[in-house]
């Protein structure tokens, strides 16, 4: 029949008598029930909050722990009733519904979210029952109750995990699906383009690609995320990594959210991991967008710094040494300094119930030091905030040399490949994109048809090119059958959705690198080339 968490003791507890439970404030006129020195020290010391009302629950006692865990003193309870302590998270119907359970003679079991004296909102799990006269009658009813805030935010946020991965699994398999009816629609526009003149008719195809490889790249950059983190670290140009998280950005922000992106031309190189640096930059802007209901501007500014001894004591991992600087600046409500000294705290949030785990910047920050940087933050209230992400640059001689785009695509030789994937569109579409380009092409729906095929033609069979997933038998089953009758068979498989289990399953094969849908022609007959160039299997 409350609600309220710990704030701090109170002075004001009540002193009472072994032959009665005093009311607040220490007098002796209260409810008059003999109780034993024993029973009366257990309730005045023990942990669990313990409250009596009147039969029309008017407060008469509290002990120190309820004081404590509400923020209010003795006096300022005495006389008023449980509604004090009301957040207005639970409806008058809830309340009606306890307060018929108790005045019948019954327990109510239940939880509340209550408010304490600061205003701060916490959760408790409570027990109140009646309590009879000799004659039956109900004089008194007692509250007994203990705080599971903290449990509250850790059930919050396994549901959310477990929400997320549900969620995960769903936006997996739709992708696998989208990626599919995109692949069509990247590779017919260039190969229409070779044989139309007219300039509208080129514009107009040129439209479609650019829409098709919009939508390939945003389901791209939602799986990001959403596969989490957890890669290795690998030299990265974050220019790059920055260019594709504003295109997310202007995908995915509402409008009146203005975006603005400074970032220098020649950032250094750092040792990296793409997806957990993506959640970090996600978590922070969602944060400015949060803190910015009406609208504002989120600007991004990114550049090479040098940090000196004296900044990196701001961290213990921190070296001094070239670094990245990336910053955040909204124009939000800012925070105030109580805010700032806790904003990084696990489970802290100023969101309302349901509004945020209090884990986003934890979790941003503890990515930073897993890349040997640091993070600090400055605001003040109605002044907005600026995060600041120093990432130490790597060795120049640490980075992969760059591949140079070519302009023209390579032609085939008359080779014949064999096609296999259950979607007719993509069949047809890869087929005329490899017969424009040199090759001849055999087409199969599904594994079983592709081993059918592959057994009457495997002596001119020059590549495998097949799906990874398909009812039936699977790309991967169909190729270890294929392995078997010619076990120098060059391969290419081609996917929708790629998981770490099936990269690992795919690369037990010997194929190497998967090619991902959707893809242009250009980065089929590349694929194409790179693995008929091969040297024949060992």
């Known amino acids: 029949m409350s609600d309220c968490k710990a704030n701090g003791p109170d002075d004001g507890a009540p002193k009472s ?15 008059g029930l003999p109780l034993s020195e024993t029973v009366l020290r257990a309730v005045e010391q023990s942990p669990v909050s313990i409250g009596i009302t009147d039969a029309a629950g008017v407060i008469q006692y509290v002990n120190p722990s309820f004081a404590l865990a509400c923020g209010y003193g003795h006096e300022q309870l005495r006389g008023q009733t449980m509604r004090i302590l009301n957040s207005g998270a639970t409806t008058p119907e809830q309340y009606r519904e ?22 701060d909102l916490f959760w ?19 509250t007994v109750k203990e705080d599971i805030t903290e449990l509250r935010e850790l059930e919050d946020h396994l549901r959310r995990s477990q929400r997320m991965e549900a969620v995960g699994t769903l936006a997996s398999g739709i992708a696998h699906d989208l990626n599919n009816i995109l692949s069509p629609m990247l590779l017919l526009p260039e190969l ?39 890669g290795e670290r690998v030299p990265l140009h974050l220019r790059h990594l920055l260019n594709e998280f504003q295109a997310l950005l202007a995908e995915t922000f509402p409008r009146e959210i203005v975006l603005h992106f400074d970032v220098s031309p020649n950032l250094l190189p750092v040792l990296g991991e793409t997806t957990q640096l993506h959640q970090v930059l996600l978590n922070l ?76 910047l934890s979790t941003a920050l503890g990515i930073v030091r897993s890349h040997g940087g640091f ?25 992969a040399p760059s591949r140079v785009a070519t302009t023209g695509l390579p032609e085939g030789n ?36 592709g081993l ?20 039936g038998m699977s790309g991967v089953a169909m190729l270890r059958e294929m392995l078997v009758i010619e076990p120098r068979l060059k391969a290419l498989v081609m996917t929708g959705m790629t998981s770490n289990s099936n990269r690992a399953e795919i690369a037990t094969l010997g194929v190497g690198e998967p090619l991902a849908k959707p893809f242009r022609p250009r980065d089929l007959i590349a694929a194409v080339q790179g693995v008929l160039s091969r040297a024949g299997r060992s």
């Not at 096609?419 to 055999?442: F, K, N, Q």
């Not at 059918?452 to 997933?469: G, K, N, P, W, Y």
């Open 124 to 142: 408790e799990r409570e027990s109140i029952f009646p309590m009879r006269d000799d004659g039956g009658k109900i004089t008194h009813f007692v």
């Open 414 to 449: 008359s080779e014949l490949i064999l096609i296999v994937d259950d979607e007719p569109s993509i069949r047809g579409a890869t087929r005329l994109a490899l017969e424009t380009h040199g090759y001849r092409a055999l087409v199969a729906s599904g594994g079983a048809d």
């Open 285 to 360: 802007c969602m944060n400015s967008r949060d803190a910015m209901p009406g609208g504002g501007t989120i600007t991004l500014h990114a550049a090479n710094t040098v940090v000196d001894a004296e900044l990196a004591r701001v961290s213990p991992l921190a070296k001094p040494g070239p670094h990245v600087l990336i910053s955040v600046t909204d124009t939000g409500h800012g925070m105030t300094p109580n805010v700032m000294e806790r904003v990084f705290d696990p489970f802290f949030t100023t969101k309302g119930i349901g509004a945020g785990t209090g884990l986003g």
């Open 192 to 230: 229409l383009k070779e044989t139309v003149q007219g300039e509208k008719e080129v514009e107009l195809l040129d439209l479609i690609a650019q829409g098709a490889q919009r939508a390939s790249d945003v389901v791209k950059q939602l799986l990001t995320f959403i596969r989490g983190s957890g």
């Open 17 to 31: 008598s072994p032959e009665t439970v005093s009311a607040p404030g220490g007098d002796k006129q209260g409810i």
């Open 452 to 471: 059918v095929l592959f057994r009457q033609h495997a002596s001119e069979i020059s590549l495998v090119l097949t799906d990874v997933m398909m009812p």
């Open 98 to 119: 306890l307060w018929d359970t108790i005045t019948s003679g019954r327990v109510w079991r239940g939880q509340f979210c209550n408010r304490k004296s600061t205003g």
């Open 375 to 399: 993070m600090t933050v400055s605001s003040k209230p109605d002044e907005g905030a600026t995060f600041r992400i120093y990432l130490p640059g790597a060795h120049s001689d640490s980075l």
